[in-house]
């Protein structure tokens, strides 16, 4: 039981160049999240996805594009990375909602965008 | 707006000693979720413990435990003989609803705390 995994666990990109960042859980939740966590500023929801085929935005979702085709994998796309971009993206999964417990977070991916 | 507040951005606690770690938190809703997530340099996030708003009872959990003040929208966690692996970044979040079910998180900026030897 490998619980959350991230791919890659580190990329540096040009600007503009695109790039897919995979989250997997073999946990069955149908729940997954993306965030995104910069220095002094907490972790802030990208997208989520409260099962599969479904996608919803969240605090900062601009320049970010997700799907989430298979219920145990949820991809975050970048299409045009910008320096703002820089940070370290967390992919994180619940089995409901949080009234039912955690949410299970994954090891990270530092990007940086030059 | 929705916020969370820690307003220490460093702790710093003796071994074997108590430290408290303060949040606040802003809601209009009667019925939600506090967590306190603890991030090591291994910067894996692993919850340390949960607390049911609508339960007056303080979570305890081993050596960590909350002074929950629903009045005043303070959740403070509490670290009892502090050992050198609790040091991390420490981020206190609260769940609100979208869509008729509690599936979001908001995050404080979070607390380094540094445990002395």
């Known amino acids: 039981n490998a619980g959350v995994t991230q791919t890659p666990k580190f990329r540096v990109l040009k600007t503009g160049q695109s790039m897919t960042l995979l989250c997997a859980q073999d946990?069955?939740?149908?729940?997954m999240y993306w965030y995104r966590q910069d220095p002094g500023m907490g972790l802030r929801l990208i997208h989520y996805s409260v099962g599969e085929g479904t996608t919803a935005k969240g605090e900062v979702p601009d320049g970010y594009n997700v799907s989430r085709l298979k219920k145990q994998n949820f991809l975050l796309g970048l299409e045009s990375a910008a320096p703002s971009q820089t940070s370290v993206y967390f992919c994180?999964?619940?089995?409901?909602?949080?009234?039912?417990?955690?949410?299970?977070f994954g090891p990270g991916t530092r990007l940086t965008v030059t | 707006a929705q916020t969370v507040t820690q307003s220490q951005p460093e702790m710093s606690v003796q071994e074997a000693e108590t430290v408290t770690l303060s949040c606040t938190y802003d809601t209009s809703e009667s019925d939600y979720y506090l967590f306190w997530y603890k991030q090591p340099p291994s910067r894996q996030m692993i919850l340390v413990i949960r607390?049911?708003?609508?339960?007056?009872q303080n979570a305890t959990e081993n050596r960590f435990s909350v002074n929950f003040q629903k009045a005043a929208k303070s959740f403070s966690l509490k670290i009892s003989d502090s050992q050198l692996g609790d040091a991390a970044m420490y981020f206190c979040a609260r769940g609100y609803n979208y869509g008729g079910a509690t599936n979001k998180l908001i995050f404080g900026t979070g607390t380094l705390l540094a445990v002395q030897p």
């Open positions: 946990m069955n939740h149908e729940y």
């Open positions: 607390q049911e708003a609508y339960k007056q």
């Open positions: 994180a999964s619940s089995r409901e909602g949080l009234a039912a417990g955690e949410q299970y």
